[in-house]
Nanobody, 122 residues
Framework: VQLQASGGGLVQAGGSLRLSCAAS????????VGWFRQTPGKEREFVAR????????DYGDSVKGRFTISRDNAKNTVYLQMNSLKVEDTAVYYC????????????????WGKGTLVTVSS
């Protein structure tokens, strides 16, 4: 499956963005999906994950209550709604698909998309 993340950009602190992860190539509803983020010099960090049907979601502690992950399998797309953005949310955001586990670590992801840069200014 091929993934493409989009929707990043520059936003002021307190603002919102919605990221999209569009999939092609295989039956997207067979895959669990996670969002991760990375800043220079740091490891890729778990942000949120969703199971194949959308019935189960989970979030990293730093984004709980502010970010919402969802999916539309008819559109082969997973979304990450990011509200109340903070400067520390600045990162390149990646989506990853997995067929065995709902991915919470980099090692659990089978397919990665190219990232999208989110910059939050103060």
């Amino acid at each position: 499956v091929q993934l493409q993340a989009s929707g990043g950009g520059l936003v002021q602190a307190g603002g919102s963005l919605r990221l999209s992860c569009a999939a092609s190539g295989r039956t997207f509803s067979n895959y669990h999906v996670g969002w991760f983020r990375q800043t220079p010099g740091k490891e890729r960090e778990f942000v949120a994950r969703i199971n194949w049907s959308g019935s189960s979601t989970d979030y990293g502690d730093s984004v709980k209550g502010r970010f919402t992950i969802s999916r539309d399998n008819a559109k082969n797309t997973v979304y990450l709604q990011m509200n109340s953005l903070k400067v520390e949310d600045t990162a390149v955001y990646y989506c990853g698909a997995a067929y065995s586990r709902i991915p919470k670590s980099v090692g659990e992801v089978n397919y990665w998309g190219k990232g999208t840069l989110v910059t939050v200014s103060s």
